[in-house]
């Protein structure tokens, strides 16, 4: 069983296009996270959710918009797609927010920009 | 701002052998959490071995274990007897102890491993 599954896996669109993440997790874990890993492999946070509540929201550009519909699911959604938004997505879970709670990543979501 | 390096972009090791990979952090925090993650070419993330900044003694995990050194801000991973399995990417990350937005990993830009046969 998939602990934190994330869908799709390998996402290729054009420029200016607008896509969504789903992520969703089966763990019980009330946060939820979102980070962004760069061609040169840097892990960089983005968003973090604790019970649907927005606690982290790291100077991220304003195309991108987290969506919480339940404590098992954060949705990324990214408007007017940039050559520069090509990454791998991860998302991640852990039970609360303290330090000493593990988090738990997905697989990745890897996203290409043409 | 917390900062997280590591200075070795590439390392090699022959199976069966000892590596150590460096880290080293900068904070004004007293209490803190450490990690090591590892990234195999599979992509998954996954928990090596955490550290809690309060605590001296260093986390040992099997085959894995940490040099934590607070007042260098060092924390090196040891991976003895090692398997062709631990070639992977790895990353050392630092977390504030307290505080809701506090409650982020802060990443190096990771150490690639090659496990040799």
């Known amino acids: 069983d998939t602990a934190v599954s994330q869908t799709p896996k390998y996402l290729v669109t054009q420029m200016g296009n607008d896509k969504s993440i789903k992520c969703e997790q089966n763990l019980g874990h009330d946060t939820m996270y979102w980070y962004k890993q760069d061609s040169k492999k840097f892990l960089k946070i983005m968003f973090s959710y604790n019970n649907k509540e927005l606690i982290i929201n790291e100077t991220v550009p304003n195309r991108f918009s987290p969506k919480s519909p339940d404590k098992a699911h954060l949705n990324l959604h990214i408007n007017s797609l940039e050559l520069g938004d090509s990454a791998v997505y991860f998302c991640a879970s852990s039970r609360g927010l303290a330090g000493f709670n593990e988090q738990f990543f997905g697989p990745g979501t890897r996203l290409t920009v043409l | ?117």
């Open chain 2, 1 to 117: 701002a917390q900062t997280v390096t590591q200075s070795q972009p590439e390392m090699s090791v022959q199976e069966a052998e000892t590596v150590t990979l460096s880290c080293t952090y900068d904070t004004s925090e007293s209490n803190y959490y450490l990690f090591w993650y590892k990234q195999p070419p599979s992509r998954q993330m996954i928990l090596v071995i955490r550290q809690e900044a309060y605590k001296q003694q260093n986390a040992t995990e099997n085959r894995f274990s940490v040099n934590f050194q607070k007042a260098a801000k060092s924390f090196s991973l040891k991976i003895s007897d090692s398997q062709l399995g631990d070639t992977a990417m790895y990353f050392c990350a630092f977390m504030r102890w307290s505080g809701g937005s506090n409650y982020k990993l802060t990443f190096g830009k990771g150490t690639l491993l090659t496990v040799n046969p």
